[in-house]
């Protein structure tokens, strides 16, 4: 029996201090791609970055108004070039610096802060406090000299990153120079560099602890690292689809994106470019996905793991859909010989290209489509 259902639109009545919509939209002045959940705890805010082909670019900030009713601005900057990802750092405790991390060009640093635009008005009793970006930090992924016969250094761009959330002083970056850089954002230096693939690195994504991360590139692999031993790295799966390049020669199908089960540190999803499948992998057991999600009929285009949960994952795509997978019950169906459906869908009216799953709200997810923003109950 299918547990698949919609997810409604309408009022329900509030639960756990949160807003008792289902859903609520934010129509964006231009095309929406990056987004991610502010992590501190009962914020009900997150940012996303517009997609401009060109140089000026826009990264803005929302939140829930105070009668609980809309999204309302919080605040905007300018951003040089299309925004890859955008984090807010993990919370740790106590009174840290609210800072956010950008990729494009550069990996770049922002705190925002609360700042006064009246200083000098001693007679006006009204707050004139505003939440404003300070940029503490720009980063430039240098490859340094000697990488593949390079005679001097150049910055390339950076396709994603991700923010430690164990010690959130150190992030790692992904670049089209087939390069992975783990930065100390508190000291602002670069900790080490690698070549990770052989193509462009699209994505990475540390697991559970310090010193473990993943990516998956052009090449069509999936690769682990482990900071304590970087002469080398494991392969977790390699894609056997071949596709035809410009130049007519077959190659592995790039993949996309890869998401850790922080829950589970032993499984990881990943896809692959123009794929409608989603592929769930077990590292004990390497090369052979331990199950496969296909329940798109179109590309998909983002994945994540339920912040709360080591059995659940959402997915987007091209199809316009965001579907909530039960992997246990996937895998179940899978030794059965049974197809694996979503147990969760909602449908958009356009393609859907960003998914943030929030640890603060783990019945709420945000996603984006075309200049819209939505935060969904699930």
Known sequence: MSHRRNISIGNV???GGTTGNEVYTYSAPWPVYALHWSQLPGSFRFAFGSFFEEYANKVRVVQLSENGQELVDVT?????????KVLWSPY???LTPDLMATTGDYLRIWELCQ?????YDA???ESTLESQFVLKATLANVRKPGHSGNKREYCAPLTSFDWNETDPSFVVTASIDTTCTVWDVTTQQAKTQLIAHDKEVYDVAFAKGTDIFASVGGDGSVRMFDLRALEHST???ETTNQSVNSNGTSENTPLLRVSWNKQDPNYIATFGMDSNSILILDVRVP???????TGHVGSVNAISWAPHSRDHLCSVGEDKQTLVWDIAQASRNKANSS?????LMYSSPAETNSISWTPNHPDWVGIAWGSTVQALRL
């Open 76 to 84: 905007e900057l300018d951003h040089q070039y299309p925004v890859t």
């Open 339 to 343: 197809g694996a459906e979503p147990i």
């Open 92 to 94: 740790k405790g106590g």
């Open 123 to 125: 007679t006006d009793m």
């Open 13 to 15: 009545s509030s639960t």
């Open 287 to 293: 090369a052979i996905p331990v199950t496969e999600l």
């Open 235 to 237: 392969i977790i799966y």
């Open 115 to 119: 700042v006064d635009t009246n200083p």
